[in-house]
């Protein structure tokens, strides 16, 4: 009888029958939490609304640090090529990592050796892969020199010293090594569809693309949610491979919020109005990341 | 897996072991800098982080017998960032390396910064120091820098490549120019700038020809904010910077001054304007063929300066044994202090005690000295007599000059807008 009847009992008061020593240890992580990570970026909250150089006591001047912010035209240069980075980088890698994923898929032979090859660049540090990228792009670099080979000379230029390109130069780099990640995010996901669906629809005379459009695609939108918080996250906090590479040079032409903030805190020491960037750069985070949650847990529920 | 070696009451107890031990140690740590620091051991906080001046400063430190002193080997990026912090904490490093010029007065008006002027007076370790050394360590009418060492800038080249071209080294603008299209027209890039990564070059030559045209005095006063940046002056200087353009490598708007330096080594380009330093890029078997000249005179009547950044050391006023940091500051600032330095850390730089015996120097050191000797006026460099956050101003203004000479108006006015931001704040 008893026995029967504790289990439901002990759920109602699920609460309540946690040990309170429970309860204490819990606290302890609880404090490291609020004191090494809250409370830091509470702090810096407080002193985007200030000028502090460091010294002394910060001076209380409001939102004078966002008002100036939007009238710098290096900032709204940095946020929109935030933008152009989001979704250059966003959607190149997703795609080639998608593609290169349903590409290597199907078990072959050697298949082993291309997956790793496609990977191997993540395990480089960012600040090495703008190293090797730097080196490629030299004025007598490889790529200059693959374009004279094939008679390209007229598309030969600085790719990191000339404002056009410079942006989209680093954004290639950073593709070459976030493609392999995305890809092998993208093989876990495959490998948890069901291939007797695909083996069904073909049988049902589904082609190529409409088996991966309505019988993969929708397998896949567990995965979808990973490697879109992933590819913002990564996205917004893109630093080191432009400062390994142009330092957000020439004049300013691939400079990011983060690379601009960097600058302005560490640099120049302004660090009210780096802080003003950085609660910029947690806000659009912030935005990105709940508007997808929001959307996705919706679906789940539908 | 059934007899797992780490029980989790093994862990968490590890956990709490590890815990205590850095307690203890914080506390052995905390009794060591209130008690023990203050009163023997000297810090001294150094920037020097290229492993040969690291290394020299650690064998010149090693050589001071009166306290013990410990030497802190910052990156020099982390330095800069961090040097208000240092000054500001409650225990601060006794001695730290830096420059002389603005950036030390800025320290020195915070009050951040121990009066050295007894060692400038008497027998003091700096009273030999040259006038002009005396006042560029000076702020509010007391010395607050000890300089030891400094090094010059000049135009360098290859002399055996000179000879190839039939070319001499001109004195004049007129003849500078000649100089660049003979070598142009040899299929060579005259001027190798790196301005890539490294963008604070390009001020070299704004610098030198604002010296030049204007003079020591205007280009203080325009880097303190007293003049215009798109005033005539600055125009004047930017007419003949526009006439150098079509001689600098367009390549080195990808490199750093290191890569600059490589065209020069191998005659793939005529000339680099740099600071000595270039001596330690250049592969030692070009080093005997290196030579440099002055920039050439541009207007006879404006006296002739140069520039010389100078570099040392100054003390925390925080410091807790102002004694003993006068005295590491003497050691350090005394000819066989610096003769050592120089040597081991084999730069090209030199000393700033007039004591210090200057003949077994290279011959192009020597020459370095005789240029500052017969210079009227020394400047730094543009960061060192600003800011770096005015030279982050230059180095946008001036990288995007190089790429569109066309539009300096334009260039130079939104240069003039974000100088004022700079100084102003």
């Known amino acids: ?302 | 897996m059934s007899s797992a070696p780490f029980s989790r009451r093994g862990f968490l107890a590890g956990i709490g072991g590890i815990g205590a031990a850095s307690l203890l140690g914080a506390c052995a740590t905390g009794s060591d800098d209130s008690a023990g620091a203050a009163s023997s051991t000297l810090t001294l906080q150094s920037s020097l982080s290229d492993p040969d001046p690291k290394a020299a400063l650690t064998k010149v430190v090693e050589g001071y017998g009166k306290t013990p002193v410990t030497l802190n080997t910052i990156a020099i990026e982390t330095f800069r960032a961090q040097l208000p912090t240092y000054l500001n904490s409650g225990n601060p490093p006794d001695v730290l390396t830096w420059y002389a010029g603005s950036v030390a007065r800025d320290y020195a008006s915070k009050g951040f910064l121990l009066d050295v002027s007894d060692l400038w007076t008497g027998s003091g370790a700096c009273a030999n120091f040259s006038p002009a050394l005396k006042e560029l360590s000076t702020a509010d009418g007391k010395q607050i820098f000890v300089p030891t060492n400094y090094y010059w800038w000049g135009v360098f080249y290859r002399k055996s490549a000179f000879q190839e071209w039939g070319v001499q080294v001109p004195t004049t603008w007129d003849e500078f120019i000649a100089v660049c299209k003979t070598i142009k027209s040899k299929g060579v890039a005259p001027i190798s700038m790196g301005t890539g990564s490294t963008p604070w070059v390009a001020s070299g030559w704004f610098d030198y020809l604002n010296l030049r045209i204007n003079g020591a005095e205007f280009h203080r006063e325009l880097l303190a904010g007293k003049h215009s940046f798109d005033g005539p002056e600055v125009k004047t200087v930017m007419d003949h910077y526009r006439q150098l353009v079509e001689y600098i490598d367009p390549k080195g708007r990808s490199y750093s001054w290191q890569d600059a330096v490589t065209p020069l080594t191998s005659k793939k380009a005529g000339m680099n304007l740099i600071g000595a330093f270039i001596t330690s890029g250049v592969p030692s078997d070009a080093v005997d063929d290196l030579d440099f000249f002055r920039v050439p005179i541009i207007d006879p009547s404006v006296p002739v300066a140069e520039e010389a950044p100078t570099d040392g050391y100054f003390a925390s006023a925080k410091s807790k044994n102002t004694a003993g940091a006068k005295e590491l500051l003497s050691y350090l600032a005394s000819a066989p202090a610096q003769q050592q330095f120089i040597q081991l850390a084999k730069s090209s730089n030199l000393p700033t005690s007039q004591a210090v015996d200057t003949s077994t120097f290279a011959p192009l050191v020597q020459k370095g000295i005789k240029l500052l000797n017969e210079s009227k006026a020394i400047t730094q460099f543009f960061n060192r007599d600003s800011s770096d956050e005015l030279q982050t101003t230059a180095d946008t203004a001036l990288t995007k000059f190089l790429d569109k000479p066309g539009d300096v108006n334009k260039i130079l006015a939104e240069w003039q807008e974000s100088a004022k931001k700079v100084l102003g704040s």
Not at chain 1, 102 to 118: D, H, K, Q, T
């Open chain 1, 1 to 302: 009888m008893t026995s029967v009847a504790a289990p439901p009992r002990r759920r109602r008061t699920g609460l309540r029958a946690v040990p309170k020593v429970i309860w204490f240890f819990l606290l302890i992580p609880a404090a490291v939490e609020v004191g090494m990570v809250f409370w830091p970026a509470v702090n810096s909250f407080y002193l985007s609304l200030t000028e502090w150089n460091g010294l002394g006591a910060a001076q209380p001047v409001g939102l004078d640090n966002f008002k100036n912010l939007f009238s710098d035209e290096i900032f709204r240069g940095a946020l929109w090529n935030n933008v152009i980075w989001a979704v250059g980088f966003g959607g190149l890698s997703v795609v080639g990592g998608l593609a290169l994923a349903v590409a290597l898929n199907r078990p072959r032979r050697g298949v082993g050796l291309y997956r790793s090859a496609i990977y191997l660049p993540m395990v480089f540090s960012l600040a090495v892969t703008g190293l090797f990228w730097r080196v490629q792009y030299q004025p007598d670099g490889t790529i200059n020199t693959l374009l004279g080979a094939i008679g390209l000379e007229s598309v030969e230029r600085q790719w990191l010293a000339d404002p056009d390109t410079a942006l989209y130069a680093v954004l290639i780099a950073a593709v070459w090594r976030q493609v392999g990640y995305v890809m092998v995010l993208y093989l876990a996901g495959l490998k948890s569809t069901d291939p007797t669906l695909d083996d069904a629809s073909a049988v049902d005379g589904a082609g190529a693309w409409q088996r991966f459009r309505f019988v993969t695609w929708p397998q896949l939108r567990g995965v979808n949610t990973v490697v879109f918080a992933v590819t913002v996250i990564d996205s917004l906090r893109t630093f080191d491979i432009v400062w390994a590479m142009t330092q957000g040079g020439p004049y300013h032409s691939s400079e990011l919020l983060s690379t601009y903030m960097f600058q302005q805190g560490f640099t120049f020491l302004n660090l009210g109005y780096a802080s003003a960037i950085a609660v910029v750069i947690f806000v659009l985070a912030l935005i990105f990341i709940i508007t997808y949650l929001v959307r996705a847990t919706k679906e789940e529920i539908a």
